[in-house]
C-alpha cells in the first residue's frame, strides 16, 4: 500500500496553493491527511472530496479545524459531512483499509516535554492562540490546557490499547501533534512552549513498534527510524502569501508518498 502524506496545508493563511491536478499525482492508494488543513473540519471534508473523490481519505484534525468553532461540533459536522464517502474522520478510532490497520486521534500534548507541565500550560494559556479561539462544552467556554491534556491522556489510551491487541497485518499511527522529543523544530529546543508541540512517546513506540507514526504540527518534515518504528512528517506549514510563492516549511514536497507491505 502506498500512503501520500499530507499536513499542516494551512488554505486559511496561503494563497495561490493546492493539490496538483490529478495527472501530477503521486502512485497512491490512500492519502493521510494529518491535521490542519483549515478551520472548521466539515469544510475541509469537501475540500477533500472535491478533490481526492474515488480513493480513501484518512483526516484528522489538528488544532486549527477547531479554531473559531467548538472543538466537537465541528468534528460531528465532519462526521456527517463524511459519512457514506470516501473521507474517514478518526479521533481516537482505527479503520483497516487493505490489510493495513490505522489508528488516529490527534493527541495534543501532555505538556512533560522539559518536566515542568504548570509552567508549560500556563504559558500555553497566555500565549497560544488554540486557547483563545477554540470553544469547548457546546460553545460555552474557551478551551484550556487541562482541557487538551485530558485529551491527550484519551488519545494515547486509544493508541496503546489499540497497538496492545493483536492484528495480522502493518499498523500506523496517525497524530497531529509530536510523539517524540525529536519532533521539535531546530532552535526550539528548549522553548517551554514546544511542550505544547510534542510529548516524549517513545517508551509507547519503542514497547509496541507500530511500522509508522505519521504527525504534523511542527511545521517540519521528519523520515526516521524509531526502533523500527518509521517516524514521518510531511508539513506544508503556513504560505505561500502569494500565488507561485514560497511555503513555510522548504523540505514540504507535495507529492511524498511511502509504501507499507503487508
Not at 483526516?59 to 474517514?88: F, S, V
Not at 469547548?136 to 484519551?154: E, G, K, Q
Request: with cysteine; glycine share 6%.
Amino acid at each position: 500500500m502506498k500512503l501520500w502524506i499530507l499536513s499542516d496545508i494551512h488554505t486559511e493563511l496561503s494563497r495561490g496553493w493546492d493539490l496538483p491536478p490529478p495527472s501530477e499525482w503521486p502512485d497512491f492508494d490512500v492519502l493521510i491527511m494529518a491535521g490542519d488543513l483549515m478551520p472548521h473540519m466539515e469544510r475541509g471534508v469537501d475540500w477533500l472530496r472535491e478533490r481526492i473523490p474515488d480513493r480513501p481519505v484518512i483526516y484528522i484534525a489538528g488544532n486549527h479545524e477547531a479554531y473559531h468553532c467548538d472543538i466537537d461540533d465541528t468534528r460531528e459536522q465532519a462526521k456527517e459531512a463524511a459519512a457514506g464517502t470516501n473521507i474517514h474522520v478518526l479521533e481516537n478510532e482505527s479503520v483497516v483499509i487493505d490489510g493495513v490497520r490505522t489508528l488516529a486521534g490527534t493527541l495534543w500534548t501532555d505538556f512533560q516535554l522539559f518536566d515542568a507541565p504548570e509552567i508549560a500550560m500556563r504559558a500555553a494559556a497566555q500565549f497560544m492562540n488554540d486557547y483563545r479561539l477554540i470553544r469547548t462544552d457546546a460553545y460555552s467556554r474557551i478551551l484550556r490546557p487541562l482541557d487538551t491534556l485530558a485529551r491527550h491522556v484519551a488519545t494515547r489510551q486509544f493508541i496503546e490499547n489499540g497497538l496492545s491487541q493483536p492484528f495480522s497485518g502493518p499498523t500506523v499511527v496517525v497524530t497531529h501533534h509530536g510523539p517524540y522529543r525529536g519532533a521539535l523544530r531546530a532552535g526550539h529546543e528548549r522553548d517551554v512552549l514546544s511542550a505544547a508541540y510534542a510529548s516524549d512517546l517513545s517508551p509507547v513506540i519503542k514497547r509496541y513498534q507500530p511500522d509508522v507514526w505519521i504527525f504534523g504540527h511542527t511545521h517540519r518534515s521528519d523520515n526516521m527510524l524509531l526502533g523500527s518504528t518509521r517516524i514521518v512528517s510531511n508539513a506544508k506549514g503556513y504560505g505561500p502569501q502569494v500565488a507561485g510563492g514560497q511555503w513555510e516549511n522548504p523540505a514540504f514536497d507535495p507529492t511524498f508518498t511511502i509504501e507499507i507491505k503487508p
